[in-house]
């Protein structure tokens, strides 16, 4: 039997979703060990004072706990 934990994340990039998701699992990876599916539970789009846009996603994060 395994047991997993979840997390939420949320990752942010000036050129897509794609890509704030891609940086969110790709930080989190850094810390957290043994990463198994990521979830897309929102996405949105921030507007920046220069009129920009700044695309944001929020994933929940699975990982296995050691045992």
Do not use: H, N
């Amino acid at each position: 039997m395994s047991v997993y934990r979840v997390i939420d994340v949320i990752g942010t990039s000036p050129d897509s979703w794609e890509e704030a998701a891609k940086e969110a699992v790709t930080t989190a990876a850094g810390s957290v060990r043994d990463l198994r599916v990521a979830e897309v539970t929102k996405q949105d789009v921030q507007i920046g004072d220069a009129g920009e846009l700044i695309y944001r996603v929020k994933l929940q994060l699975s990982f296995k706990y050691e045992s």
